[in-house]
Structure formats: C-alpha cells, structure tokens
C-alpha cells in the first residue's frame, strides 16, 4: 500500500527542490557571466542579478568566489567527462571513449568561441590565483583517470588492448595526451584529430 508522505515531509521536499533550482540558477548564471567576462572580473551582485536573487541567497549555497569558481568547474568539466567516458561496462569502452573525445573535440573546434563556456586555459588561472579551486581541478581529473583505467583492464582482458602497461599508467597516458590536445585547441594548434584517433587506437591495440 502506497502512503503519500506526510505534510511535513510534502514541505522538506518542495523547500529542497526551491533550492536545488537556486543553485542551478546561481551556477548557471556564473558560468555565462564567467564566459563574457572572465573568472575574476564580474562582481558577486552582477551573478546574483543575472539569477535573479539576492546576495543573501548566494551565500546559503557558496561560501564564496573560490567555492562558487569550483563548483562552475566541476559542473562544467563533470558534464564533458560524463560525456566522452563510456561506462557500459563492456570491453570496448575504451576505444568508445577514445573516439568520444575526437568527435566532441571536433565539435569544439566547429563552433564559435562564444559558445564554448569557460575556456579551460581560465581554470588553469583559477587554480593558480587559489589552491581551493585545484583541488577541485585535481579532484576531478583523479575522477576521470580511474574511470580510464577501469575501461583500459576491461579492454585488456577482453584482449582488445595491449597489457604491456598497467591499467592505470594507460589511464594516465591518455589522460595526458587529452589534456594535450585541449591545450592545442587554446592555441589553434593545427591536428588532424581524426588521424590522432587512428593512431592512439593503435597504439593502445593489443596486436601494436
């Protein structure tokens, strides 16, 4: 028998729901004020006003610019690793993965830079001017390496990658080299992503 929660359980869920949806509204506004102007130049009250809310309700939710530059970060690079790491489970997701960050690494490059968001050599600056937003940074990336690491022993025991690395020096290495092919992006660095795909498959094959 299903019984509707109670009157005061009705209440806690609708006042959390109210928050959750100022947070996304407080995140989301940094991140387009962020975008126009950079990480440091908008004023607290400019976010605030783009939300809609008052400086009061900011500080319900962050403690601060550097909390608030953190969690924009997290928000937006968890979006980008969720996206590009394929986690079926199964022994191709890391040649799924691989092939994820070409394709959304080409879409990057298509469109205007007005609509790529906080650009990652800003993270870089943030993570330099306060140690608090580079271990969010370094939280994050730890995050995705294991995942890489999980789909590299998967694909070697399936025999599809080659065991002449450990599951996490192979994690590493392409973690690496994707942060190298975002650094190249920033500069307008010439590369042939498509064949950048072919050869790190290669590399990675188990018949290399």
């Known amino acids: 028998m299903n019984r509707r929660p109670s009157y005061a359980r009705r209440v806690a869920q609708r006042r959390d729901a109210a928050k959750q949806k100022?947070?996304?509204?407080?995140?989301?506004?940094?991140?387009?004020?962020?975008?126009?102007?950079?990480?440091w130049e908008p004023s607290l009250d400019a976010i605030c006003q783009r939300a809609g809310f008052t400086r009061g309700a900011f500080y319900v939710h962050f403690r601060s610019r550097e909390d608030l530059v953190g969690a924009v970060m997290e928000q937006s690079l968890r979006q980008v690793?969720?996206?590009?790491?394929?986690?079926?489970?199964?022994?191709?997701?890391?040649?799924?993965?691989?092939?994820?960050?070409?394709?959304?690494?080409?879409?990057?490059?298509?469109?205007?830079?007005?609509?790529?968001?906080?650009?990652?050599?800003?993270?870089?600056?943030?993570?330099?001017?306060?140690?608090?937003?580079?271990?969010?940074?370094?939280?994050?990336?730890?995050?995705?390496?294991?995942?890489?690491?999980?789909?590299?022993?998967?694909?070697?025991?399936?025999g599809r990658a080659s065991r002449d690395l450990e599951p996490d020096d192979l994690a590493s290495v392409l973690l690496l080299m994707a942060l190298g092919v975002i650094v190249a992006e920033e500069v307008d660095l010439p590369i042939d992503l498509e064949a950048t795909h072919k050869a790190v498959l290669r590399l990675i094959s188990a018949d290399g």
Request: proline share 2%.
């Open 22 to 39: 100022t947070r996304r509204a407080l995140l989301e506004a940094a991140r387009q004020v962020f975008t126009e102007q950079g990480l």
């Open 81 to 158: 690793v969720d996206g590009v790491i394929a986690t079926e489970g199964g022994e191709e997701d890391l040649e799924a993965t691989i092939g994820r960050y070409v394709a959304v690494s080409s879409l990057l490059r298509e469109e205007p830079l007005r609509h790529r968001g906080v650009r990652f050599h800003q993270l870089l600056e943030a993570c330099h001017r306060t140690p608090g937003t580079g271990r969010f940074l370094a939280e994050i990336l730890q995050d995705a390496t294991r995942r890489l690491a999980r789909a590299a022993a998967a694909a070697q025991a399936a």
